[in-house]
């Protein structure tokens, strides 16, 4: 009889509690109206980009320095006799590797067994970037990809993405296949006239809301952005190879030469207006 | 405390650690771990050996003497390591250690052996002149009849026309036997002949300057006439040509200028990859173009005016000037059905090979059809003028046994190719064993065959996703009577050109041609760049050598029996060429080497490398077909000085080739001719028939 008692009183005292609490919490969640608006501004790419891969690999050190430096000079003096201003080649970090001694995934990462002697491998990932194409008819663009193309190939250049398996194992698929990207990173003034109309639009949603719910839209209480353009934040614990791309400037890429959109989402809560109407539906409640 | 027990308990594995190593590294016929042995002489033989050895030190001559003689006679034929990767005969073992003997040994000898040796030299008449001679200069040649026999095994030799061999006699007598009664200022005099007809020029400049300096008040009489040593050689050399002209290269890369500027037009051209795509699906275009076979480059030889061509074994004859088709083997337009079942999918297309005289043309080819895995490749000899079959190997008995692998060349008549037997593991027939055979080019007979070595590696049977390793395909040369064949998995060996003897290996570096890794999915592994097998290049008269699978390049003097240098590079290098100061090679990047300092001065990467394919080398400037067009690269700076596009885009790259008129870019599409313009003064460049006809077989 006592244990009965004593049960319900647990019942009853986690139930009122617990009723109690979440009216409170429910209260302050429902207070206002929480909408999400969207702004959209587009605009064609200001840059285009080719990745390029030089690598040399040697028992000698000596002769993959030779081997290396030439394939990094022919590639920079191939471009220079272009003598397009609007080109520049932008190195990222030197790789110094054990060639033939990357993680073999299929054996649990293990590196392949070898008794072969070390082969020192150096490889450094080169960016050609072409600016000012926002203004250039889409003729002369092609041709001038294709000079750039057909220069880095004649170069001795990898063009394009590189292989790398190590991306599949960890389910990183890579999106962009192509040859070229096409870069839109002077995209301030768009941005901000793509949050007004994300804040407009918001706006527009909270004022049918309380027009139907027949209560006075107040002002904007919380914003929380869910989309801002060109944020990425590589994680770079689960992607080491997304190092190579640390502190890179905000940009919006693709892969085909069209308007990229400028896009932003924002969550907005506004608060109710305390009016007559509003007082009388708190009493009732 | 702790630190001394660990370090006592580490110490000997850390010693056998390195003996292991060491024992690797080592270059023995015997070592277990190297792809290849040549016939090793028997445990007996190297037993009597160190019998020697232990004997001579307690200066127990008879027995000491008595213990090398007990070898039998079979075994002197057989090989053990001699000194700086050399792998010998036992008998040019015997004949350099009786040769270091001190006076009291070689006395002991004498005493002993005289007899015997007097005895050879005596019936050494007749059909058994030539091996008495041979066995007294191999066995007793520091007996007191040494001397003579040498001397007229010299004279045998030079007769016969093997002036390398004769050379050998004779300077032994005047190097190795001071005491001998006979003239050794006459003796130089026919060295240096010899020396000079086997094109051993430093050899022959020394033993020439030894004439003047030595025997310059001597007078002998040769032939007839008396007069210094030095003008006896001078009257005898008057009718040869000149030292400069017998150390000239007979390659392309002497020969006048050319001239690809971008508005050259084509000539004509043979697009015989139409002729297998016309009619076919898309979806059969795709099947087609994903087979490896796809991307096949026909091997070509030319002779006189006409091409010939083996794509994928259908041969085809094709007018020099026209481009016409002449004849051809069979039609290509069912060759895809051929090329899409599975025992050929993996097949190494490079092994397809051809030759070509005024007369025959020899190709080496697998029937397609035939479903076997490890279907042999079979030489066919057809007529030049007409294609009909002369003769073919699988229709021989002697040719039963082998599978032939790596291209045949010409030379002194005769027909030389490398061969594989066809071990069978479940018949129980051991490691495959590596030949090379001498053919009667006109009706196929087997001259001579010689066992160069056995493979200690099995054959290749995992054939896992197509990923097949190239078969490694020995490559043969030619010079002054010697034939030399790089086996490409670790020796490099001369034989005598006219019997086939072997004369000496040299074991260099290599890796097994297969991985252990082959035999695990070994798809997923980051794709190392296969690069193909090349041929050792003359830079004077050292060899150049590398093997396809060794990470080290040396200059071996093949007379001199001597390793100038060696040095580590890329695995993935192959020799594209040479000229006087620079090594050109191949591999993901054309690169060009200093043969002086050894340094690598440039590095340049062609679009899809130069792994394979063969370049126009000359002094002028570097020529390579590559999918992108034909690249003209300056052998001084290694800068790309001009790209003519041509009409072979959508090829993979491929060959070019030279003749008196004409480049021909051969790729996996087309054949394709271009005019040569020569520039300068150097316009009309001739070859002679015999240049060409080498060029043919050693650029095959």
Known sequence: MKNKSSIAVIVLVLTGVGTTGSAQVLSENIEGFSVVGKGLVTAKPNLVEIDLEVSAASELTADAIVKYRDAKRRIHDAFTSLKLENIAIEERGLGVEQKGMQNNYYFGGMPPSSRAKTEVQLSRKLVLKCSNIRKMDEDKLLQQIGKFLDVAQDAGAKVGKQNENSRYYYYDYPQNLGLTRFVLDDFDSLQEAAYEKAINDARTRAQRLARLSGVTLGPIVAVREIV????????TNYYPWNQDDENLPKRLETAKFQEIPVRVELMVRFEIQSGPKGKERAEKR | ????????????????????????????????????????????????????????????????????????????????????????????????????????????????????????????????????????????FITSVGDNAADRLGDLYFELGRFDRAADCWLAVVRESPDTDLSLAQLSVKAALALFRAGRLSEFQQIRTELTDRYGDEKITLGGQTATPAEQLRRLLGTEPTVADAGRPTSASTEGGLNLTE???????????????????????????????????????????????????????????????LWRSASFHHLEMQAMQDQVRFMDATRFAIVASDTHVWSLARDLKDANYFAPFRLTCRRADSGEVVWQSSDL???????????????????????????????????????????????????????????????????????????????????????????????????????????????????????????????????????????????????????????????????????????????????VGVNEHTLFLGGPELSALDLKSRD??????????????????RPDGLWQLTPRGVFEIDPGSGTVRRIFRGKDLGAVGGNLF??????????????????????????????DSSTRDKRTSNEE
């Open chain 1, 228 to 235: 801002v353009p060109g944020d990425r934040s590589p994680n």
């Open chain 2, 1 to 140: 405390m702790r630190l001394a027990i660990a370090a006592l308990l580490l110490f000997p594995a850390l010693v056998f650690g390195q003996a292991k190593e060491n024992q690797e590294d080592k270059i023995s016929n015997d070592n277990p771990g190297r792809p290849l042995q040549m016939p090793p002489a028997s445990t007996e033989a190297k037993e009597a050996m160190d019998d020697f050895d232990r004997f001579q030190r307690r200066g127990a001559w008879e027995r000491a003497l008595k213990s090398l003689y007990t070898i039998e006679e079979g075994q002197t034929l057989r090989f053990v390591d001699g000194e700086n990767g050399f792998i010998i005969p036992v008998a040019r073992k015997r004949r350099s250690i009786l040769s270091a003997l001190p006076p009291n040994g070689r006395a002991a000898c004498r005493l002993f052996y005289d007899a015997e040796a007097r005895r050879l030299l005596a019936e050494a008449e007749g059909p058994s002149e030539l091996k008495n001679l041979e066995t007294i200069y191999s066995a007793y």
């Open chain 2, 263 to 325: 508005s050259v037009d084509i000539l004509w051209q043979t697009r015989f990859a139409d002729s297998i795509e016309a009619g076919m699906t898309p979806p059969e275009l795709v099947q087609w173009e994903s087979n490896p076979l796809s991307t096949a480059v026909p091997a070509v030889a030319t002779h006189g005016t006409t091409l010939f061509a083996n794509y994928l074994g259908h041969n085809f004859a094709l007018d020099l000037k026209s481009g016409k088709m």
């Open chain 2, 397 to 575: 008995i002697d040719y039963a046994p082998y599978d032939l692998v790596g291209p045949p060349i010409l030379a002194e008549g005769k027909l030389f190719i490398t061969a594989k037997t066809q071990a069978n593991p479940q018949q129980q027939q051991g490691q495959p064993q590596q030949f090379v055979l001498a053919i009667q080019p006109h009706d196929g007979k087997l001259l001579w065959k010689t066992e160069v070595g056995t493979f200690r590696q099995g054959g290749m049977m995992y054939f896992y996703y197509y990923n097949r390793d190239p078969v490694p395909q020995p490559r043969l040369i030619h010079r002054a009577g010697a034939l030399y064949v790089d086996t490409q998995v670790g020796v490099m060996a001369r034989l005598d050109a006219d019997t086939g003897s072997l004369d000496w290996g040299y074991g260099y570096r290599t890796d097994n041609v297969q991985g252990q890794n082959r035999f695990f999915f070994g798809y997923d592994q980051p794709p190392e760049p296969t690069t193909s097998g090349s041929a050792p290049v003359s830079s004077g008269e050292a060899f150049l050598v590398k093997g396809m699978q060794s990470d080290r390049l040396y200059a071996v003097e093949p007379n001199r029996m001597k390793v100038l240098w060696e040095r580590p590079i890329s695995k993935s290098s192959r020799l």
């Open chain 2, 600 to 617: 690598l001065l440039w590095a340049t990467r062609l679009p899809s490398g130069s792994l394979a394919g063969q370049l126009l080398v």
């Open chain 2, 658 to 687: 030279l003749t008196d008129q004409l480049v021909l870019a051969i790729s996996n599409r087309t054949i394709s001719a271009y005019p040569r313009r020569a520039t300068g003064a150097d316009v009309s460049v001739r070859e």
